[in-house]
């Protein structure tokens, strides 16, 4: 096959594909699925480079911009999610100072760009727009969960899924406490989309921990620690489960 750029007509479906492979790629670096570290950095920060090529004037394609967000804010938070072990910190003890603040101004920039050309935000922009409440927040009591929740449930109308429909429990305890929250995580149960999944016993056992349940947060954590590969992961989760009195 010969060395030359795709014909006109195949280039407009390129950079979806190629996009959705950074994508994944830095969302493993973010959240590794196995091993014994909670984060891949090098994956991550690996995706950077060629997602910040198809930005690049004068040929800019801002269908890249809002991806190109997403992976700069996701390593953002990186210093601050390991303790000096390398072990994995939980959020309410993260240190926000050590976030990377350069990445913190990057990411927005970036998701600008697409806004400049009339066009409305994807699933890629929204989740950007997601990420920034949350990183560029200087407290968890200080992030804006009500456009926190606008936001997800926007995303849920693009980009329907069981894991998308469990974000939105989690923006809706911040911004109206874990009962109205916790019911929302029932009924997603109730439906067996997240059936074997560690995500919903997580958010779930986090909710009951905030209403006082403890015996019942327990159960949770230890069922969320159960399918997990990742053994840094998984210490987390026992570690809050015997930590409860």
């Known amino acids: 096959m010969p060395f030359e750029l795709p014909p006109s007509k195949d280039r407009r479906e390129r950079p979806g594909a190629a996009l959705s492979v950074l ?6 670096g973010s959240t590794a699925t196995t091993g014994d570290h909670p984060l891949r950095p090098d994956l991550a920060y690996e995706t950077l480079r ?3 090529m198809p930005t690049a004037p004068p040929t800019a394609e801002p269908e890249a911009c809002a991806p190109l967000a997403l992976l700069e804010l996701g390593p953002a938070r990186f210093p601050a999610r390991t303790g000096p072990h390398g072990e994995a910190a939980l959020l309410e003890d993260q240190d926000r100072h050590r976030r990377d603040r350069s990445a913190i101004r990057r990411g927005p920039a970036a998701l600008g760009r697409p806004t400049a050309t009339g066009r409305g935000p994807g699933p890629y922009g929204l989740q950007a727009a997601i990420a920034t409440c949350h990183t ?15 936001l997800h449930e926007a995303l ?14 989690v923006a809706v ?4 406490g874990p009962r109205q929250a916790l019911h929302m995580v029932d ?5 067996g989309r997240l059936s074997g999944s560690h995500l919903l016993p997580g ?5 009951l921990t905030r209403l006082g349940r403890t015996t019942e947060t327990r159960a949770e954590l230890e069922l969320a620690a159960r399918p997990g590969r990742n053994t840094r992961e998984r210490s987390v989760l026992l570690r809050k489960a015997a930590a409860l009195p």
């Open 23 to 28: 994508y994944v790629t830095s969302t493993e």
């Open 203 to 207: 958010v779930r056992g986090e909710l």
């Open 187 to 191: 009924e997603l149960a109730a439906s």
């Open 50 to 52: 060629p997602a910040r």
């Open 136 to 150: 560029a927040a200087p407290s968890t009591q200080e992030t804006d969960g009500e456009r926190v929740v606008l």
């Open 173 to 176: 305890a911040m911004a109206n």
């Open 156 to 169: 849920g109308r693009v980009a329907p899924s069981p894991v998308v429909e469990l974000n939105p429990a």
